[in-house]
């Protein structure tokens, strides 16, 4: 059974920078199809990044793309969204999710193609 724990939520200032951690347990992340996602009070769940399980591409969603970025620690199989230049829409609850599967591309971005879920984490981004 895969779990997933996500922390490292918080206030940040807008224009400021912030890094979330997933950590994964069961299986290696390597193994997995991994991906963030975002829910905004009043809105619907919303793909932010993945990694693909079979090469280890990042892809990001075009609103983070040039400010987020991922990196993972084998050693703890703990996967890390870097976040930066942070504006005030970007305030949600982030949630990483895991995927055993190899997912097509077609599916990388569909919450519902990923089988394990995180609680959340709060990120705020406000002066």
């Known amino acids: 059974q895969v779990q997933v724990e996500e922390s490292g939520g918080g206030l940040v200032q807008p224009g400021g920078s912030l890094r979330v951690s997933c950590a994964v347990s069961?299986?290696?992340?390597?193994?997995?199809?991994m991906a963030w996602f975002r829910q905004a009070p009043g809105k619907e769940r919303e793909f932010v990044a993945v990694?693909?399980?079979?090469?280890?591409?990042?892809i990001a969603a075009d609103f983070a793309r040039g400010r987020f970025t991922s990196t993972k620690d084998n050693a703890k199989n703990t996967l890390y969204l870097q976040m930066n230049n942070l504006e005030p829409e970007d305030t949600a609850v982030y949630y990483c999710?895991?995927?055993?599967?190899?997912?097509?591309?077609?599916?990388?971005?569909?919450?519902?193609?990923?089988?394990?879920w995180g609680q959340g984490t709060q990120v705020t981004v406000s002066s």
């Open positions: 069961g299986r290696s992340l390597n193994t997995c199809t």
């Open positions: 999710a895991a995927s055993e599967k190899d997912l097509i591309t077609s599916r990388l971005r569909v919450a519902r193609d990923y089988d394990y």
């Open positions: 990694v693909r399980r079979r090469n280890g591409q990042f």
